[in-house]
């Protein structure tokens, strides 16, 4: 990932301010867009490079705002807040921010995932199929990224990415077609 030139450090794809008071004001600064995202369209994450001294001046608008909330005078805060982000539109934010954001945030809540999809999928095409049926049928197709495995480990199905949530054990796949089969029969 890349450097930013923010008091912060990325772990595992997070950002986390090193600065109290600089997460603090990330945390208070949620007016069109957040902080984080500003942070991000600076150091060229949104894929806009912006000349230096734009950098320099965006920079340092962000700098003014910190110390403004340092001071605890609020409503100075928010003025440089205002024009930060401001300043930022004009030097081609909006579009780059929300597109960062849309993407950032992953599949919203209580979504099926690709592999609930394909049983779904399958079992509204056969409804009497069982579940080792079910299996060797995702084992033929799998949804794109993912793949089927049955080895000493057991038998498994892992996804594109590793992390929680992006594997799925045979006695989970067996739930979860249990569970598509009482949606589907009501």
């Given at each position: 990932m890349a450097e930013s030139r923010a008091n912060r450090t990325n772990e595992n794809g997070v950002w986390r301010y090193l600065?109290?008071?600089?997460?603090?004001?990330?945390?208070?600064?949620h007016f069109d867009y957040p902080i984080e995202a500003v942070d991000d369209f600076i150091d060229g994450l949104h894929g806009v490079?912006?000349?230096?001294?734009?950098?320099?001046?965006?920079?340092?608008?962000?700098?003014?705002?910190?110390?403004?909330?340092?001071g605890k005078n609020i409503a100075l805060m928010e003025a440089h807040l205002r024009g930060l982000h401001m300043a930022c539109r004009a030097a081609g934010m909006l579009d780059a921010a929300r597109i960062g954001v849309k993407f950032k945030r992953g599949r919203k809540p209580n979504t099926p995932g690709p592999v609930r999809k394909a049983i779904?999928?399958?079992?509204?095409?056969?409804?009497?199929?069982?579940?080792?049926?079910?299996?060797?049928?995702?084992?033929?197709?799998?949804p794109r990224g993912w793949q089927v495995f049955d080895n000493r480990v057991g038998r498994y199905?892992?996804?594109?990415?590793?992390?929680p949530h992006m594997n799925m054990s045979y006695a989970r796949f067996c739930t979860v077609a249990s569970e598509e089969r009482k949606k589907r029969n009501g």
């Open positions: 600065d109290q008071s600089d997460a603090e004001l990330v945390c208070l600064s490079t912006l000349p230096e001294e734009t950098i320099v001046l965006l920079r340092g608008m962000r700098h003014d705002a910190l110390q403004a909330y340092i779904a999928k399958l079992l509204a095409k056969s409804p009497e199929l069982k579940n080792p049926d079910l299996w060797k049928a995702i084992e033929a197709k799998p199905i892992e996804g594109p990415k590793a992390g």
